[in-house]
């Protein structure tokens, strides 16, 4: 023990031929560097950081998200000052280029999770839609229950759960009916060519109007937009307030009734589409062999 103490520090006290006294003066740099760029950056930097995203009216998701990579990149940087400081460019070299290794590798694996990520911040920060919003997207619909980084969860109007990448969201059309204070519906009633059209557009005005939720201001208008086969098609437009999933459903369906009802009281018909088949069928009767 004592050979090998004597051999380790030697007479002029030494280790591993680096004098004690700069030995200690590296690992005070080490503390130092490291110390004063967490200070720094946790101090000043991050609070400052969120305080202007707050100002432009970031989301507290979005905060969160930010102020967790700024602690990361703080910390990463406070090792690499801290080496630095004390002398040891080398182990930097090394380290960077082991950083960027595993980061191309984990790039690769995992390109398909880090683009739901972006998408997510985007979503967030967009806000093409928010919790809550009745959305159509890709032939599915449902209203928002939540918005998380890397997926958000939509609940159907059958009472079904879909969980659906963010990426699938932010790289499709998104329709949102709810997006605006007011929603317009068409419909397209079918009359005979018999019939008065004048009196069924008067119909039609005068019993959507009346339904409860049907906004008076756009008022209510018709047009003639079809001749089918057997109807000419009159499409009424109308808007409702504040629109939501049940509410357009209801109002459309009282609508729809409302001057179907009064169509039958004014002797309106509203004609099905038939078709009419001609020609003609040989039938050929062959003797049984015998």
Known sequence: MQTLTALQFGLSGELFGVSLSALAGRAL?????????????????IPLLLRVLRARGFTEA???LTKSAANALV???AVAVAFMAAGFPSFLT?????????????GFAAQDLVGNFVAGV???K??????????????????????????STVRTFDNERITVPNGDLANNAITNPVAYEK?????????GYDDDIELAREVIVDEISAVDGVLTDPEVTTRVTELGDSAVGIQARFWIDDPDRGDYVAVRSEAVQ????????????????????TGEIDVTQHAAEA
């Open 62 to 64: 979005l905060r969160g």
């Open 122 to 124: 985007f979503i967030i």
């Open 29 to 45: 740099a080490f503390v130092a560097g490291f110390l004063v760029t967490m200070l720094i950056g946790r101090l000043l930097l």
């Open 94 to 106: 090394a380290a960077a280029t082991l950083s960027g290794a595993l980061a191309l590798a984990l």
């Open 183 to 191: 929603l317009r519906q068409k419909f397209v009633f079918g009359i």
């Open 258 to 277: 409302a001057v179907k009802e009064r169509f039958d009281d004014e002797g309106i018909d509203m004609p099905y589409v038939y078709r009419q088949l």
């Open 126 to 151: 967009d806000k093409p839609f928010e919790v809550g919003d009745w959305i159509e997207w890709d032939g599915n619909a449902g209203r928002v229950e939540e918005i998380d980084l890397r997926v």
């Open 75 to 77: 910390l990463f940087a």
